[in-house]
C-alpha cells in the first residue's frame, strides 16, 4: 500500500474520496457514554463537510459493536462454521461417552478386587481416592499427547496459505492461558470419569463378591436394572449414529454443489488474471491494449470465444454500488436505495466465453464506449427487486449514485467467472500463451 504509487502510478492513501481501506476501531473513555461519541464524531464530520465540501460530503457518523463473524463473514460462512463446530463438539461427547463406559466397564472387572480390599480392612474412601486418582493421571496424559500433537499441528495451520496468491501469514501460537484451559478440562475430566463406578463401588457387599466372583455380582446387577454403562453405551451409539447421518448429508450436498448449475460452465475454460499498470499501461491505452489482447487470443486455433471481466464475480473482487431507480431524485446517503449491487465492466463476448446464457435482451457490442450511453446486463434477482418482473426490466433505466442512468440491455442468469476462454481441445493450453502481448 505505502509503494502502490511506485507500482500502480496512483496512491489511494492520498485520495481523500478513498474511505473503504480500513475499519477503524477504537475504545471509549470510561464515563463517556456512546451518544457522546457520536456527537463529538459528527462534530469533526461537519468541519470536513466545510473543508472540503467535493469529497467529504455527508459526513456523518454512527459507532457500532465490531464483530468478526457479522462484519467479515457472510452468513453461509457462519452456518457453515457452526455446523463444523457443533459436529467436533459431538465427536468430543462421543468419545467421553466411549470412556465414561470404558471406566464404568473396567470397575465392574475390578469388582472382585475391590471386594478382596474391602475385606481386608481397607475403607470405601481410599478406595475411592485411588480409583480418582488413577483417573486424573490418565486424563492429564491424555491431554499432554494431545497438546503435543498439537504442537505440529498448529504450526502447519500458522504457514498454511489459503489463498496462494496473497502471502497472508496468521500466526496460531497458543498462550499461557490456552495451556491452563486445557489442563483444567483434563482435570475436570478426570474427575468425571473417575465418578462413573462410584455409585457401583459404594453398594459392592464384600461377602457376596467373595461368593459368587464377579462375574456373578455383575450378572445380578444388570440383570435387574439399567446401569450407568447401558446409558453410556446407548448416548454413544445415538451420537455416532447422528454423526453418519450427517457425513453423508454432507457428502451428498457436496455432491450437488459439483454438479450444480451455476450460471457458467467452468469445463474446457480457461481464466488468465492481467495487471495492465504494472506494465506502463493507462488511461486510454488500458482499453486499446486489453482489445489486442482479446484478438490476439482469439485468432489461436481451437479458441472458440474471448472475454474480459474487470474482477471475477465470485473470487470476492468487483465494486459495490447503491442503486436507485430513475425516478429517484434525492441521492443523499439518507436516502434508502432500491440495492446495493457488484458491478462489473465485461467485453461484449464475455457471457459466451464464462458460457453464461443470457435469458432476454441483446449482448454488448464494441460500439458501447465511454462516449455512448451507458447500457447494462444484470441478472434476475435485479430485475425483480428494482423494476418488479424481469419483463419490466429491459429497456427501462437506474441509477448509480451521480452518474447517467444506465439502460438495460439484456438479462443473464447468475455470477460467472479477468480474462475467460473457452477453447475446443485442452490441448492448445500450452500453445494459449505464445505471441501474447507482454
Known amino acids: 500500500m505505502v509503494q502502490q504509487e511506485q507500482i500502480q502510478g496512483f496512491d489511494v492513501l492520498n485520495d481523500r474520496g478513498k474511505r473503504d481501506i480500513f475499519m477503524v476501531l477504537g475504545h471509549l473513555k470510561p464515563g463517556v457514554t456512546q451518544a457522546q461519541a457520536i456527537a463529538d464524531l459528527n462534530s469533526v464530520g461537519s468541519y470536513l463537510e466545510k473543508t472540503y465540501p467535493k469529497d467529504d460530503a455527508w459526513m456523518t457518523y454512527l459507532l457500532a459493536r465490531p464483530s468478526l463473524a457479522g462484519d467479515l463473514l457472510g452468513p453461509g460462512v457462519r452456518g457453515f462454521m457452526t455446523g463444523m463446530m457443533l459436529l467436533a463438539v459431538l465427536i468430543l461427547l462421543a468419545a467421553c461417552a466411549n470412556l465414561g463406559s470404558l471406566f464404568s466397564a473396567r470397575a465392574a472387572d475390578r469388582s472382585r478386587e475391590v471386594a478382596l480390599r474391602l475385606a481386608l480392612g481397607s475403607t470405601r474412601r481410599r478406595i475411592l481416592r ?146 495492465l499498470s504494472m506494465a506502463g499501461y493507462s488511461g486510454d491505452g488500458v482499453p486499446a491494449m486489453q482489445r489486442r489482447m482479446i484478438d490476439t487470443l482469439e485468432t489461436i486455433p481451437g479458441v472458440k470465444s474471448v472475454g474480459y471481466i474487470s474482477q471475477i464475480p465470485l473470487g470476492g473482487g468487483g465494486s459495490t454500488d447503491d442503486v436507485f431507480t430513475s425516478q429517484t431524485t434525492d441521492l443523499s446517503p439518507s436516502k ?76 443473464w442468469k447468475t455470477a460467472s467467472m479477468a480474462f475467460s476462454l473457452r477453447i475446443r481441445d485442452p490441448r492448445c493450453f500450452s500453445r494459449c500463451c505464445r505471441g501474447l502481448p507482454t
Open 336 to 411: 434508502v436505495a432500491a440495492a446495493n449491487v457488484a458491478v462489473f465492466s465485461v467485453s461484449p463476448d464475455y457471457f459466451r466465453a464464462a458460457g453464461t446464457p443470457l435469458v432476454t435482451g441483446g449482448n454488448f457490442s464494441w460500439q458501447n464506449t465511454t462516449s455512448t450511453p451507458p447500457v447494462a446486463v444484470i441478472n434476475a434477482t435485479f430485475a425483480r427487486r428494482i423494476f418488479g418482473s424481469v419483463n419490466n426490466a429491459i429497456g427501462s433505466y437506474y441509477k448509480r449514485g451521480m452518474e447517467p442512468a444506465f439502460r438495460l440491455s439484456a438479462l
Open 130 to 275: 485411588a480409583l480418582f486418582t488413577e483417573a486424573v493421571l490418565i486424563s492429564l496424559c491424555g491431554g499432554a499427547l494431545g497438546l503435543l500433537g498439537s504442537v505440529p499441528l498448529l504450526r502447519q495451520l500458522s504457514v498454511w496459505h489459503p489463498v496462494p496468491q496473497y502471502p497472508m501469514h496468521v500466526p496460531v501460537y497458543p498462550d499461557a492461558k490456552v495451556y491452563l484451559v486445557a489442563m483444567v478440562l483434563a482435570l475436570v475430566s478426570g474427575f468425571l470419569f473417575g465418578a462413573v463406578p462410584v455409585r457401583q463401588i459404594l453398594r459392592t457387599n464384600p461377602y457376596e463378591v467373595v461368593k459368587a466372583g464377579a462375574a456373578g455380582i455383575l450378572a445380578s446387577h444388570t440383570g435387574r436394572r439399567i446401569t450407568l454403562r447401558d446409558v453410556l453405551l446407548a448416548v454413544q451409539i445415538a451420537i455416532c449414529a447422528v454423526l453418519v447421518t450427517s457425513s453423508f448429508v454432507a457428502l451428498r450436498g457436496l455432491e450437488r454443489s459439483i454438479h450444480s448449475s451455476f450460471g457458467f460452465d467452468p469445463r474446457n475454460s480457461m481464466l488468465v488474471n492481467t495487471d
